[in-house]
Structures are given as structure tokens and as C-alpha cells.
């Protein structure tokens, strides 16, 4: 029997091709961590596409994640904003994960700022805190489970997340007031929460915060040529009291709005720098 033929894009290049016919060609994308996205609501939207239009994987919703993909103007710079990311703890490979990461890249964005939710190991850190991170430790990668299986191998990890622009971060932060961190982020599977002995291990092997995403698609985005930055939101002290999914998410909501404020001023700047390092091409 003859091969069908068929005439169907793959998803990449129908996302691609989606962003060129909005005239607009972002280069910069955050990723919204739980309960971060309300802050975002106010940039001017120019596209919205659902994440099963363009994903080979998908998964039932959690709370605090919408599904999509929006164009949308940061200021005057267009941005992709990623809402709905899937975390391994729904039981999806790490390739799934990471999936959506290649498309971005394939739609040429070159810089990616993830953002989530954390829990605060540092004895420093205080509910509320935003953190811009300087390294992870990426433990399930550690025992096998890195989006970089397969190939390409021996991604050289000491910068993962670019120095210049979490300087840049730092500078973004400190004109507009709000307190910005530093610190290591270990990245674990969950869904469970930590329980003491892990919380203590955590902090012993010197991580300042946990929570359940970023490292795989920083390492993605890393390998794909991508400049990185990574925020997470300390929506709990660990160790400190109960913890449920609904407090991580509306904790987050209540930082969101100073991680916008850190955003709107660095998002430029970034671009800015994007245009002069490209000639103004
Ligand atoms: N542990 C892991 N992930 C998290 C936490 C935590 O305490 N808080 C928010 N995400």
C-alpha cells in the first residue's frame, strides 16, 4: 500500500507559524509558576492559542496552572507568556515536560524566564520573598531523570542561569523597591510535600529553597541556546506549619503583583539589549 502523504504541520511549525501571522516577532517568554498569572492579566493580550493545539502531551489541569499560550505586550515588547506547564508529578516523562520548551524555541524565542512557586529552606527567607535563582540542584536529574537524556550530552551546566541578566534582575528589583534574593534551588518530583529528615537534607546539601519544576526546562532551554532566568515566589517557610496546594497558590497570587513590578522594568531592558546586540535587525 502507498505511504500516505500527509499535509498536516508538525506542532512546531504550526506554532511557529501562528506567531508570524500576528506581524509580531517575540523573543523573550516567561512561564507562570502557580498562582502567578492574575498579576500578567493586564498586559494588552495580541493572541492566545490552547496548549492542546500545539502539545504533543497533556494532562488534567491543577489549580493555579491555565492552559495556553498568549502574545502579549509587555510595554511595548511582545512577550509569549506560558501558562499551564506540566510538572512530572502528573505522571508525564520529563520529555513532556520539557516539550513545550523546544516549540519556543522553534517560534525563536532566546530567552526564557521561568517562574514558580517555592517553599523557603533558607532560615533567612520569609513568606512573601521573591528569589531570582543563582544555580539548582536538579535532583531527579541527578538520578536519571534529565530532559537531556538521549542526547545532546555533557551540557556544560556552571551558568545555567545567565549572570548578566540576573544581575540585570537585581537591578530591576532594586529600582523598583522590592526585595530580591538569590539563592540555590533544588528542584524534587513531588507531589508530596517534603517530610522533616528531607527538609533538613535539603537545607544540609545547601539548597536556599524546593519546589517541583524549573531545572529540566532551564536545562532544555540552556541546551537550545537560550539565555535563562529563573523567579521563584517563597509561598511557605518549610518546616514552619501544615501545607496545602491552595495556600502555595493563593500565597503566590500575593507576590505576583511585585514580580510583575520586577518584569515590566527588566523585560525591556532585555529586549533593548537583544536589539543592540543584533544590529537592530
Ligand atoms: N515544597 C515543594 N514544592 C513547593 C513547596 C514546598 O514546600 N512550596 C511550593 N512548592
Partial sequence: MAARLSTTPDPETAFAAVIEATGTQPRIAVTLGSGLGDALAAWPVIGRWSWSSFMRSDAGDVPGHRREFALVNCGTVPILLVSGRLHSYQGVSIAAVTEYVRLLHHARITTLILTNAAGGLNPDYGVGDLMVLGDHINLPGLIGHNPLRGGPNFLDCTHVYTPHLR??????????????????????????YETPAEQRFLRAIG???????TAPEALVARCCGMDVLAFSSITNIVGAESLSHTDVVHQGAQSAKRLAAILERLIPEIDEEKERNSGGA
Avoid at 544581575?167 to 508530596?192: C, K, Q, T, W
Avoid at 539548597?207 to 519544576?213: C, R
Fill in 167 to 192: 544581575a540585570r534582575a537585581h537591578i530591576a528589583a532594586a529600582s523598583a523597591g522590592i526585595v530580591l534574593r538569590e539563592g540555590v534551588y533544588a528542584m524534587v518530583g513531588g507531589p508530596s
Fill in 207 to 213: 539548597a536556599d529553597a524546593v519546589g517541583m519544576s
